[in-house]
């Protein structure tokens, strides 16, 4: 890749890096989001399978979050309200990839991955109330801590609507059951968040 290339690439990555950390700084509408406002395609294919993969995974995730704080309402797949895999499903819809509706059945959409493994953007499934050995929850992995086996996911709690929890707290640590990736490398979706300079 030539070095004007290269320039080019770093200079879109780290505008977009700087969009994905600031933008919920300056969000009014949370719970209410606008994503047709921010999906603009690259105008140069100069992205590689790897990098493609990473800025569709960051585009979703950042989507994902702007619906923090609606209410959980079950069989909701909705803006007015969601319930755990209606949220995952209606994430990934959004980008091109299309999730069962169930969450036990979600895990047979994508590749399977070791707990050690985890990236942003997998989906984590967890038993239910009664801690069967049955999925009974779904979530979207959003950061993996150093360790590679704890990590931080979003997902639409019953309690709480849309958060953002963690492994290690004992509902979630004690529930887990497996993970799976639906964004591969080579099979990315058909939409992807970016930042130019006249939404700044």
């Keep these: 890749m030539q070095i004007k290339e290269q320039m080019k690439l770093f ?3 780290f505008i977009y890096t700087f ?57 909701g797949m909705s803006p007015k309200g969601f319930d755990c895999s209606g949220f995952t499903s209606y994430v990934f819809k959004e980008f091109g990839y299309q999730l069962a509706r169930r969450g036990s059945h979600q895990f047979h959409n994508g590749e399977r991955v070791k707990r050690s493994e985890l990236q942003p953007g997998d989906l984590v499934f967890f038993g239910g109330r009664g801690n069967g050995p049955g999925i009974g929850h779904v979530g979207i992995v ?50 992807v968040e970016e ?3 006249e939404n700044l």
Excluded: M, W
């Design 19 to 75: 969009f994905i950390f600031t933008t919920p700084l300056f969000s009014t509408q949370a719970g209410n989001p606008n994503p047709d406002k921010y999906i603009i395609p690259f105008d140069q294919p100069a992205l590689n399978d790897a990098a493609e993969t990473e800025l569709q995974v960051n585009s979703l995730l950042a989507y994902a979050r702007r619906f923090r704080g609606v209410p959980y309402r079950y069989g």
């Design 142 to 191: 959003t950061a993996v801590d150093g360790n590679g086996s704890d990590f931080t996911f979003i997902h639409a709690s019953s309690h709480r609507g849309i958060t953002e929890s963690h492994s290690t707290e004992s509902y979630y640590r004690a529930r887990y059951r497996n993970a799976c990736r639906i964004i591969n490398k080579g099979t990315v979706g058909n939409k």
């Design 195 to 197: 930042l130019t300079a």
């Design 11 to 13: 200079t879109k990555l």
